[in-house]
């Protein structure tokens, strides 16, 4: 059973710095995790992804150069160091683990078969 508690979630102001974090357990077959972000009213959006194994990183445009996804050494702790934030970036950030992800999919939400509660983040001054 695969389990995703996500942490670090919270208020900051403009231009702010925060650290997510996703403790993961059973999913040693991951292929992929990731992290998604929805905003009220929105559709949940692909923030960035590793794959497991390598180590390869992905990101979307958005947080490109601000955000930088990475596991510890024992792979069971995935982080989102989060820079430079600005008020679009206010969502719950949600932590999803994929078993058969497939490279094309690992920004679609369907690519991915687990996922954690959720944390608040607020960009706001």
């Known amino acids: 059973q695969v389990q995703l508690v996500e942490s670090g979630g919270g208020l900051v102001a403009p231009g702010g710095s925060l650290r997510l974090s996703c403790a993961a357990s059973g999913h040693a077959g991951s292929r992929y995790m990731g992290w998604f972000r929805q905003a009220p009213g929105k559709d949940r959006e692909f923030v960035s992804a590793i794959r497991w194994a390598g180590g390869h990183t992905y990101y979307s445009n958005s947080v490109k150069g601000r955000f930088t996804i990475s596991r510890d050494n024992t792979k069971t702790t995935l982080y989102l160091e989060m820079n430079s934030l600005e008020p679009e970036d206010t969502a719950v950030y949600y932590c999803?683990?994929?078993?058969?992800?497939?490279?094309?999919?690992?920004?679609?939400?369907?690519?991915?078969?687990?996922w954690g509660q959720g944390t608040q983040v607020t960009v706001s001054s």
């Open positions: 999803a683990a994929g078993l058969r992800t497939i490279l094309s999919m690992a920004s679609d939400p369907r690519g991915y078969d687990y």
